[in-house]
């Protein structure tokens, strides 16, 4: 199928990137946007509010936080096993209810809520809510997915990462959680950040915008459950949660910085105890905290395999990846030419052979991919040298043996097992696969060569789409430079990875991406001053990829 706009045109876009964002309209808040879930309103025993996720046909998993006691509070260990009812309804007044039960909960699970609905109907909106001593919760709303063989037409998403509470509001989070019109929520890793409250905030001075709890690195169980606590108090996200259903991975930051299978860059062993000891955990009060199904559950300790699929009928595979649990560490010598070792995994054997088999065996139209880390090749040769450094230092990469800088943190340092991906695609012939992914703070959108070194002769595997940070520091910040004067910085990174069509180092925001059985298009939406609580929020830039195609092009309007 031929591109939805003609080469040229993706060509011409390309080159004139740097110039793109000169042409845009003034922040204004989005107008029209319905309220996506009943009013939050005040609820005592429910501080943490509701969530639901890991929608299936007939189930979803929902989850809250009930402190029965004044002494219950998070991570404290204190207060009595409750038990908690619950209820689904059809009506946002939870007058039609369809399923209710009762859920136990204590300490020993830091007094979470964490279950799954099951015969529920394809395809269907409900809302839900939780009541514990007479004290109501706020109410939910979740939707499930569309049956295995039911003819879908047409998938809504929103997807995020990185979303560091001392670098600024979440106002990101608010702008999407108004949109009334999304199926789900993707949030592709950093979900919080494990940081003291002694930096590590907004900008190159590194503001502290809102302090961590508690103020030191988080190391204990009792500390990620309160880092987890704290996130979940902000009202950005607890309405977002309450809007959509949320499809969750993690990447670093959950446990530590940089993190692989033995250790993390913020990790030292000598003073802060064993790796493994941290990341359980770190892996514990995720499964806890998050709406999501560890080892294909809502039990916890029954394991902590994350990555999965999730199936939205005929039209939408959707495989989650956990980059950080299996793999080798990264890189670190700036000569080391280990980045190409057969032998060293960003995946682990077993997730890639899933990942394979997930592909080859999906009978969806698109097969989308929930990517943490970046999976196209990225080369700053030819960048000027102040920029080069500094987007390396964001990158946190390395610099191989020819001199190029790499990111290592991403696929880049483990190009086997990309190589080993992509030639599998191409071998069995799959078409339309689509990595959407995180960490990188820059919004971002690539084709996906085979062979970098042949485009565009050698054909694409697929294409990626990577959403800029919900507040994490970017290039500008790191930079400390003026809005929208990167435009060397955009021309040189275009001109040296031809594959890429669109970037954007300067904004924080979210992408929403449309999925129909023709062609997938992504919009990058990005807020105003991140300092600011109320900040308003701007379309910047849509690409889609029509279905057979593999080639990106850029679209003038978002998605109404």
Known sequence: MKPLVPRRTVLAASAGLAGSATLLPPFEPAAGAAPAAPPRGRHPAFPHGVASGDPGPTAVVLWTRVTPTPRSTPGSGHGPRVTVRWEVARDPRMRRVVRRGR?????????TVKLTVTGLAPSTWYYYRFTYEGHRSRVGRTRTTPAADEETEHLRLGFVSCANLQAGWFSAYRHLAARNDLHAVLHLGDYLYEYGSDGHGMGADDVVVRPHEPAHEILGLADYRQRHAQYKRDRDLQDLHAAYPMIATWDDHESANDAWRGGAANHSPAQEGG????????????????PARLNGSVRLRDGTRLFRTLRFGTLVDLSMLDLRTYRDEQVADLTDTRVDDPNRTITGSAQLGWLKDSLSSSTSRW???????LIAPLSLGGLPPEAAAALNRL?????SANGVPLNTDAWDGYTHDRRELFDHIAAERIDDVVFLTGDIHTGLAAELPRAKGTYPLGGNV?????????????????????????????????????????ANLDDHGFCVLDVTPERIQCDWWVIGDRGQRRSGIRHHASYAVSSGSAQLSPVRDPVT
């Open 103 to 111: 859920s136990a909960t204590g300490p020993g699970r830091d007094h």
């Open 275 to 290: 790796w493994r000891r941290r990341r359980a955990r770190a892996h514990r009060a995720y499964d806890e905290w998050m």
């Open 367 to 373: 097969k989308l991919v929930g990517n943490p880390v």
């Open 395 to 399: 990158l946190q990469g390395a610099v």
């Open 462 to 502: 697929g294409v990626e789409f990577v959403c800029a940070s919900v507040t994490s520091n970017n290039f500008k910040d790191d930079t400390d430079t003026p809005p929208h004067t990167t435009s060397d910085v955009i021309a040189a990174l275009v001109a040296s990875n031809p594959h890429y069509r669109y």
